[in-house]
């Protein structure tokens, strides 16, 4: 099978070739590609051709190259967000068609770390901080492991965390404490031993953590997250504009 005739680099074609087939569902997710010997030979191009495609669709997060292994083909992710609109987890998970749901794992109330007291802007004796863990699910699978801590002080009596699938609705409605805003900040990190085997993610699949600050509409810091997402699942995406 070749490529021709077109007036376009071949490597562009080879582009093509490959999306259109897994458009056409031809190669499907973690299918693994030929070797670029063969691959090359089928296409009728050189190596050199490619694995300039192929660099590039590795760029696109199209394939994956695992070393010693192969070239696959990489998983779509399910949810497309953009992060200047502030959606809780179950939103996002939501808004996509499906079902949220929440594994609990802890529910402590500890002293505030000195890191706790910077990001909450709490004296040494403001008190304890509520620490509730969390797996959220997309149709019963783990996709987001969550973290979230909140000033024992904020809360006018003790909220069950595990009636509510969101945070933000559990503080609006016991505390009367509605979310307004966000500070985040969002970061890769690979394989993490702890995280990783509870979200069911495989070890070449890195995990995007966000890290947010969120104040309520009296701009006090009320509720600190830190979110780490299968990066095959989840894509976070900013709008910009001049």
Do not use: W
Not at 16 to 34: A, F, M, W, Y
Not at 167 to 185: G, K, R
């Amino acid at each position: 099978m070749t490529l021709r005739p077109d007036p376009r680099p071949l490597y562009l074609l080879v582009i093509d070739k490959i999306k259109q087939d897994i458009e056409s569902g031809k190669l499907k997710t973690g299918q693994r590609l030929p070797s670029e010997f063969e691959l090359s030979k089928e296409l009728g191009i050189s190596r050199a051709t490619l694995r300039e495609a192929l660099r590039i669709l590795e760029d696109e997060n199209v394939i994956i190259r695992k070393q010693g292994i192969g070239t696959f083909i990489k998983a779509k992710p399910l949810f497309i967000s953009g992060i200047e609109e502030l959606y809780s987890i179950t939103q996002m998970i939501e808004k996509h068609g499906y079902h949220a749901g929440t594994i609990f794992v802890d529910i402590t109330s500890n002293q505030a770390t000195k890191e706790d007291q910077k990001g909450f802007q709490l004296s040494e004796k403001n008190g304890n901080i509520i620490r509730v863990e969390r797996i959220r699910t997309a149709d019963s699978e783990p996709v987001v492991y969550c973290i979230d801590k909140i000033p024992e002080s904020l809360l006018k009596k003790n909220i069950d965390f595990r009636k509510y699938d969101s945070i933000f609705q559990a503080l609006q409605e016991q505390a009367e404490i509605e979310i307004a805003y966000a500070v985040a900040e969002i970061e890769p990190l690979g394989y993490h031993e702890k995280i990783s085997p509870l979200l069911h993610s495989p070890k070449e699949t890195s995990l995007i953590i966000l890290r947010q600050i969120h104040f309520d509409t009296a701009d006090r810091p009320v509720l600190i997250s830190v979110n780490y997402f299968r990066s095959d699942k989840f894509r976070f995406q900013v709008l910009r504009k001049r």
